[in-house]
């Protein structure tokens, strides 16, 4: 049983389309990340939601738009992909609190074309 | 802020052998610590953690290693096998502050 899974895995898609990336988590914990990873392997963090609330948003395009309907589910969506946006976007979920550590899931490789 | 680096890009190491991956970081205040291993093709996963009131903490085959006056960690993995071949983050969080920083990563080779 996959502890956080997020769909797709891969995903090639052209300049200007707009696409999601769903994620879910059976941890039973209460916030929810977005990380995005650079051909550099760098991880850095985009979006956190602590409850279905926002709590971080670092500096990225309003093109780039969480959603949590629940605190199982965090999902991604793009519009308008540039080329820039090819990375591996990482969904992540933690307990909140000092010292929790941050689990991962698998990736999804987006290529934009 | 906070900023985590690693004093090593890539790291060859024998099969068999110890390996040591570093990591600075340089928020004092930083009292969270956590190291992940990414195996291609995969999301990180988490290896060991360690709190600011340690400076050292064992788990299978894993050390980490604490020196706040300098504010230096390091991994430790002994015996090292073709399977630890990965690449190492080394995280920290800042008091309070609920967010981990994530440094720049260390491919580990093992040379069978």
């Known amino acids: 049983d996959t502890a956080v899974s997020q769909t797709p895995k891969y995903l090639v898609t052209q300049m200007g389309n707009d696409k999601s990336i769903k994620c879910e988590q059976n941890?039973?914990?209460?916030?929810m990340y977005w990380y995005k990873q650079d051909s550099k392997k760098f991880l850095k963090i985009m979006f956190s939601?602590?409850?279905?609330?926002?709590?971080i948003n670092e500096t990225v395009p309003n093109r780039f738009s969480p959603k949590s309907p629940d605190k199982a589910h965090l999902n991604l969506h793009i519009n308008s992909l540039e080329l820039g946006d090819s990375a591996v976007y990482f969904c992540?979920?933690?307990?909140?609190?000092?010292?929790?550590?941050?689990?991962f899931g698998e990736g999804s490789w987006l290529t934009v074309v | 802020g906070e900023s985590v680096g690693l004093h090593l890009p890539t790291l060859s190491v024998q099969e068999g052998d110890n390996s040591i991956i570093n990591c600075a970081y340089s928020?004092?205040?930083?009292?969270?610590f956590i190291w992940y291993k990414q195996e291609s093709g995969k999301g990180p996963q988490f290896i060991i953690d360690?709190?600011?009131?340690?400076d050292k903490r064992q788990g299978q085959r894993v050390t980490v290693l604490l020196n706040k006056t300098v504010k230096h960690l390091s991994l430790q993995i002994a015996a090292t096998q073709p399977g630890d071949s990965a690449v190492y983050f080394c995280a920290a969080e800042g008091a309070g502050s609920y967010q981990l920083t994530f440094g720049k990563g260390t491919k580990l080779s093992v040379i069978p």
């Open positions: 939601y602590n409850n279905k609330e926002l709590i």
């Open positions: 360690i709190r600011s009131n340690m």
């Open positions: 992540a979920s933690s307990q909140r609190g000092t010292g929790n550590t941050i689990y």
């Open positions: 941890l039973g914990h209460d916030t």
């Open positions: 928020n004092s205040a930083s009292d969270y």
